[in-house]
């Protein structure tokens, strides 16, 4: 291409200049929105640093870009998360679309105000419309002394120069009714900026840089114009599929049928937002990489029964070593189990004798293990159960493993880019269990749910993640920069600055939280007017006991016992289950709680050994204490051996799913016969799970034969509204903080303590910030949380006040629904946090 006359541009402030490899912000630092350089400022009015039109400028006047005629566009950006400030400091003298001098002021700041309330003053000057520039100043610089030359391109020459290398897309109509007007100009000119190409717009004669909105909006196209796009350089192939696609759409805005002409690409998602859900809270914005398995070549037939047979063989226990290496290795709790579960699935008898039986047949090992593992995944997921389907992908995930094993390919090493946000089918726990997570901010998959790996990883490491996404996601070219919103379920494909700022900011201000939290983790959590709160563990494995202990967690409040048996074809010894029993409690040691549930299957908690009939209400039929009662023997042997830890921590037994007071005293009775038989002098408390509206409501019943409740909120919320927990239609309304469900805690705490005994939540409501304040005010003593939120749970008891928090419970008991309450709750935390002392420091 050929460049024309160099374009100076002007220092827009005086101050000393840096590079933007010393700017403390990963998004200016990473050259995502442009390259350029920083000045630290000492005057106060920015002036522009080149003629052209105000192409933005942020209400809150702390950014502005300017576009030259050349096409060049520069944004200025003054202060690191300024865009808190909402304005304050800031007096803007310019208007969008304005043209403006070289030197004229366009922003006065008061730099002692934006130094004393934002992060920094560092102002930022970027090329955004990636010209290459060179430098002409270094150290201390004056406004309006010369800063850089950019190199602008000719637009009609480059044009020609690139018909020789560059791609060209089919000729396409224009469909919008205004043609490229500003608004569809800015996505079209956003969108071309995510690629490592050069891209033109080409009407008839004439050519616009098409990552330049002034360029675009220079060519003056109406509707029905025939436009072609070019591009030249590493990702030309994706970007003119993306930009014939979102040109195809609108670019953003509503047009009618896709207009004659227009190639259209199916699969390529365009402008704007892709939908899924929640899996793991929290924002980020970085680069698009896609992770993909490699299609692997499988013949059928073997080279003979026993050489086949050895080849399975020996992958299968290549990938049990290598299993077993990352259980050794995991970073987390969940990971390692998830390790654990796939390792079992190895052993699975009946998936070992298919794929014999297919070497039998003259099968290869690959064919006869791929076959095998398929048919049993789609057997899981045919039994329309989530946590089964959850075991198929883990099924899928070892399956191919095993695979690749016998077919000696190795995993390719994953060299990721910084800020990379995974995108995938389906991740899967090997997939995750490779990567550098420093270098990852978010994952976004088509398939899984709240429950499935990813989403318990993405949540153990505090990263974002969003699931069910439309699987147009997977076209998204990597490189592209997306904003990934997980709290609204949402990927933005063309971020504007203004929500990258918002975003960053709020991900800045959540990681100074957590750090903070995680420095006071073992401080207690009293309140600010002396009163104590128990924030204790839900666990479901030893690893996450010795994770709760170094979190700063006071005990376990619910050890889910059924977790540890699951995925296995039979039960535990009773040797192996008190073993497990005693790791726990000597783990915890004799002045913490244990409380240990008795098995919670049924439901949506199956367990291979427990076979169960079908029912048609399961969640309604043979669950937890009712199962066990229906077998004794099970309960029986589980008291035995829970029984053999006590003494080495502060034992509780708790009864899952109590719904009538017959069935603690049964359960009663045979604790009592096997703590006898064991010689026992001193019986461990007893308690029930109260997670079935008649138990609170007949808590002052039950309290003088318990010593201890704790309320299963999320079995609660399900029974008390009548919406299945898991019902992919219902979960926005089956919410825990309707006030129907705090009524029932109020119900069980009154009782309760009327009767000296104590009251714990280890539902998920007590895992939330949001609900401390009004579960503390309801008079609650033990929250027993999920292992990674014991630190905030523990800093938000910290910040309240017992007495406000009574009040604040009497009113939200009053309200109307739960979205009313999860309002009045934020308005107190709001008003909490800014009269916080620990948030003035
Ligand atoms: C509950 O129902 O709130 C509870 C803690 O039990 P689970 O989630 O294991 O059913
Ligand atoms: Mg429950």
Redesign the pocket.
């Known amino acids: 291409m050929t460049a024309i006359e160099p374009l100076e541009l002007l220092a827009p402030l005086a101050g000393v200049l840096l590079s933007l490899d010393e700017v403390p912000d990963p998004v200016f630092a990473s050259r995502m929105i442009g390259d350029g350089l920083c000045i630290d400022p000492t005057s106060q009015t920015l002036c522009a640093p080149l003629a052209g039109v105000i192409s933005t400028i942020q209400d809150s006047g702390h950014a502005v870009s300017i576009t030259a005629d050349s096409g060049v566009q520069v944004l200025m950006h003054i202060g690191l998360d300024t865009v808190n400030l909402a304005g304050k400091g800031f007096t803007r003298l310019v208007e969008e679309g304005q043209r403006v001098e070289a030197g004229q002021p366009l922003i006065e700041f008061d730099a002692d105000y934006v130094a004393l309330h934002a992060r920094s003053l560092l102002t930022l000057m970027l090329v955004v419309s990636g010209e290459p520039f060179s430098l002409l100043a270094s150290g201390l610089v004056e406004a309006g002394q010369p800063l850089m030359e950019v190199s602008p391109v000719d637009t009609a020459e480059a044009a020609i120069d690139a018909q020789g290398d560059a791609l060209f897309s089919k000729p396409l109509t224009l469909p919008n009714a205004n043609g490229l007007h500003a608004r569809p100009a800015a996505v079209l000119a956003q969108a071309a900026k995510g690629f490592n190409a050069s891209i033109y717009l080409h009407k008839q004669t004439q050519s616009a840089n098409a990552k330049s909105l002034v360029a675009i909006m220079a060519l003056q196209t109406v509707q029905g114009d025939t436009l072609q796009v070019s591009a030249a350089g590493e990702e030309a192939a994706a970007a003119i599929q993306a930009l014939v696609a979102l040109l195809a759409e609108g670019c953003g805005e509503q047009v009618a049928t896709v207009a004659a002409g227009i190639e259209p690409v199916a699969s390529l998602p365009s402008a704007g937002v892709l939908q899924g859900v929640c899996a793991s809270p929290g924002s980020a914005f970085g680069q698009v990489v896609q992770v993909a398995e490699p299609e692997l070549d499988i013949v059928e037939h073997g080279t003979g029964q026993v050489a086949e047979r050895a080849m399975l063989e020996q992958g299968l226990r290549a990938a049990t070593e290598a299993l077993q290496t990352l259980q050794a290795k995991a970073a987390n709790a969940a990971e390692a189990e998830i390790f654990r579960a796939h390792q079992e699935l190895l052993e699975d008898p009946t998936l070992l004798e298919q794929a014999y039986g297919l070497l039998a047949e003259g099968k290869s090992a690959a064919f006869a293990w791929k076959r095998a593992t398929l048919a049993t995944a789609e057997l899981f997921l045919g039994l329309g159960n989530a946590l089964l389907a959850e075991r198929a992908a883990d099924l899928a995930d070892v399956g191919q493993r095993v695979l690749k094993l016998i077919l000696g390919i190795q995993d390719r090493a994953w060299e990721l880019p910084e800020r990379a946000i995974l995108i995938a089918e389906q991740l899967t726990p090997s997939q995750t269990a490779s990567l550098d997570t420093h270098k990852v901010l978010g994952f976004v998959t088509v398939g899984g749910g709240a429950t499935s790996h990813v989403a318990i990883l993405a949540r153990a490491l505090g990263l974002p993640a969003i699931c069910g996404v439309p699987a147009q996601v997977l076209a998204l070219p990597d490189g592209q920069q997306v904003l990934l919103d997980a709290d609204k379920g949402e990927l933005h494909l063309q971020p504007n600055l203004a929500d990258i700022e918002q975003l960053e900011a709020a991900r800045q201000r959540q990681i100074q939280r957590r750090e903070r939290e995680m420095a006071q983790a073992a401080l207690p959590s009293i309140t600010r007017d002396g009163h104590h709160f128990e924030v204790t563990a839900n666990v479901a494995s030893l690893q996450e006991v010795e994770q709760a202990l170094t979190l700063g967690g006071d005990g376990v409040g ?1 050890l ?1 016992s059924e977790f540890l048996y699951l995925d296995r074809n039979r039960a535990p010894s009773p040797q192996e289950q008190a073993g497990t029993y005693t790791a726990i409690a000597r783990a915890l040691g004799s002045e913490r709680n244990l409380v240990v549930r008795t098995l ?1 299957v049924g439901g949506d908690k199956p367990l291979a050994y427990v076979p169960m009939a079908a029912e048609t209400n399961p969640f309604l039929g043979l669950r937890g204490i009712r199962l066990c009662l229906e077998r004794p023997q099970l309960l029986r042997e589980q008291m035995r051996a829970i029984l053999a830890c006590a003494g080495f921590a502060r034992l509780h037994i708790m009864l ?1 799913m109590v719904s009538l007071l017959s069935e603690l005293h049964l359960a009663r009775q045979i604790l009592e016969e096997e703590a006898l038989a064991l010689g026992l002098e001193e019986l461990p408390k007893l308690g029930i ?1 109260v ?1 079935v509206p008649s138990a609170a409501l007949m808590a002052d019943v039950f309290a003088p034969y318990v010593d201890f409740f704790s309320i ?5 919320t399900q029974y008390t509204l009548a919406m299945d927990r898991d019902h992919p239609r219902l979960a926005g309304q089956a919410d825990s903080f309707h006030p129907a469900v705090l009524r029932l805690i109020a119900t069980t705490v009154k009782a309760a303590h009327a009767h000296g005994k104590w009251v714990g939540v ?3 409501l007590a895992s939330e910030a949001l609900a401390v304040p009004v579960l503390v005010g309801l008079g609650v003593d033990e929250l027993s949380v999920s292992v990674p939120l014991i630190p905030t749970i523990k800093a938000a008891v910290r910040d309240l006040d017992l007495h406000g928090c009574q009040t604040l419970a009497t009113h939200v008991l009053g309200l109307e629904g739960a979205s009313q309450v999860r309002e009045a709750l934020r308005l107190y935390q709001a008003t909490a946090v800014e009269t916080s002392p620990v948030m003035e420091h």
Request: hydrophobic residues 30%; contains cysteine; proline residues 7%.
């Open positions: 619910l889910r919670d899952p799970m997670e299963g909120t999320n079995d609660l280890c539902g998920a």
